[in-house]
């Protein structure tokens, strides 16, 4: 299961949080303008040194697909409406 939801990868930014935290885009690019050298995950190895470079490329990639950006809150919405 947690493979599935993309938590089991090395230096990511799971979706499955994603989908239940719901973050604008803007608050999870604002990571980038955090310095930050260290990483402990909650799943995974801890990322010791050069985290905010190693982070960044799934810091992008939760932004640009975004699979967090409502969707789930859409289908409901047009279920509520039938």
């Given at each position: 299961?947690?493979?599935?939801?993309?938590?089991?990868?090395?230096?990511?930014?799971?979706?499955g949080?994603?989908?239940?935290?719901?973050?604008?885009?803007?608050?999870?690019?604002?990571?980038?303008?955090?310095?930050?050298e260290?990483?402990?995950?909650?799943?995974?190895?801890?990322?010791?040194?050069?985290?905010?470079?190693?982070?960044?490329?799934?810091?992008?990639r939760?932004?640009?697909?975004r699979?967090?950006?409502?969707?789930?809150?859409?289908?409901?919405?047009?279920?509520?409406?039938?």
């Amino acid at each position: 299961m947690m493979k599935r939801m993309g938590f089991i990868k090395p230096d990511n930014v799971g979706p499955g949080s994603l989908n239940a935290t719901k973050p604008t885009p803007e608050d999870v690019r604002s990571l980038l303008d955090l310095q930050f050298e260290h990483v402990l995950p909650v799943h995974g190895a801890a990322v010791i040194g050069d985290a905010r470079n190693k982070y960044r490329p799934a810091i992008e990639r939760a932004v640009s697909q975004r699979p967090y950006s409502g969707a789930l809150d859409r289908v409901r919405g047009s279920q509520s409406r039938q």
